[in-house]
């Protein structure tokens, strides 16, 4: 295995983000030696699609492709959850945007998201990637890829996400095959990334009874004579 790359971002960029990954994926172009294509893909997803397929759509010239996910008073802004890059034609300088910010040029959001603020004084062409490689928290037959992008809700933090039980579907299969091991585990409880009745699935021992509760009553309406 390669040894560990020391990340070229200063302190003052790395912890000031969404995230303690958040920045990174502005990296990849200058880890690529600023050659080929690279897919960025968040933590936080489940991919159901070979992503060599990703990998081969067309960029078109444009600089990278990322879903066209919000509106706000008719504004673009892009979702960079997942992103197809064009490693040559992109240099991020995280340093440059971070003095801009402080100048009040725009703000974090602004990068985040790639405002129209921000692409003022950075015109990166973005082209618009097929929206099923970047679902924000729902499942179906054609999702290739499932993002749990709320922060408040996400199920190994939270009980009772809506398709939490695909994400445990994966995650014990996970560790079936030791790819996740107790050790994993017990420092991610430790360190406060997961919830500490996680081992009890999307749903809670609460949820559970209550659930049950529920399905009871409703069973004693449906015999009942008054």
Same mark, same amino acid.
């Given at each position: 295995?390669? +040894?560990?790359?020391?990340?070229?971002?200063?302190?003052?960029?790395? @912890? #000031?983000?969404?995230?303690?990954?958040?920045? @990174? #994926?502005?990296?990849?172009?200058?880890? !690529?030696?600023?050659?080929?294509?690279?897919?960025?893909?968040?933590?936080?997803?489940? !991919?159901?699609?070979?992503?060599? =397929?990703?990998?081969?759509?067309?960029?078109?010239? !444009?600089?990278?492709?990322?879903?066209?996910?919000?509106?706000?008073?008719?504004?673009?802004?892009?979702?960079?959850?997942?992103?197809?890059?064009?490693?040559?034609?992109?240099?991020?300088?995280?340093?440059?945007?971070?003095? =801009?910010?402080?100048?009040?040029?725009?703000?974090?959001?602004?990068?985040? #998201?790639?405002?129209?603020?921000?692409?003022?004084?950075?015109? @990166?062409?973005?082209?618009?990637?097929?929206?099923?490689?970047? *679902?924000?928290?729902?499942?179906?037959?054609?999702?290739?890829?499932?993002?749990?992008?709320?922060?408040?809700?996400?199920?190994?933090?939270?009980?009772?996400?809506? @398709?939490?039980?695909?994400?445990? +579907?994966?995650?014990?299969?996970?560790?079936?095959?030791?790819?996740?091991?107790?050790?994993?585990?017990?420092?991610?409880?430790?360190?406060?990334? *997961?919830?500490?009745?996680?081992?009890?699935?999307?749903?809670?021992?609460?949820?559970? =009874?209550?659930?049950?509760?529920? #399905?009871?009553?409703?069973?004693?309406?449906?015999?009942?004579?008054?």
């Amino acid at each position: 295995d390669d +040894q560990p790359y020391l990340a070229p971002m200063s302190l003052r960029v790395k @912890y #000031r983000n969404t995230t303690e990954f958040s920045l @990174y #994926r502005y990296l990849i172009p200058q880890l !690529c030696n600023y050659q080929g294509k690279a897919i960025y893909i968040d933590s936080d997803t489940i !991919c159901f699609t070979d992503i060599g =397929e990703l990998l081969d759509t067309p960029l078109n010239g !444009c600089d990278f492709l990322a879903k066209r996910a919000y509106s706000s008073e008719a504004k673009d802004l892009w979702g960079l959850s997942v992103m197809l890059i064009d490693c040559q034609k992109c240099n991020f300088d995280l340093e440059t945007y971070y003095d =801009e910010i402080e100048q009040g040029l725009y703000s974090y959001p602004d990068l985040a #998201r790639m405002s129209p603020a921000f692409l003022a004084h950075h015109n @990166y062409q973005i082209g618009e990637l097929d929206p099923l490689w970047n *679902v924000f928290d729902y499942y179906d037959k054609d999702t290739n890829l499932i993002h749990y992008t709320n922060l408040y809700t996400q199920p190994w933090k939270y009980t009772n996400h809506p @398709y939490g039980d695909l994400w445990f +579907q994966y995650f014990n299969e996970a560790r079936d095959c030791g790819y996740i091991t107790q050790t994993d585990i017990d420092l991610s409880l430790v360190r406060s990334y *997961v919830r500490r009745d996680l081992l009890e699935g999307n749903f809670s021992t609460m949820a559970r =009874e209550i659930a049950s509760l529920k #399905r009871a009553i409703k069973s004693v309406k449906k015999t009942s004579w008054f």
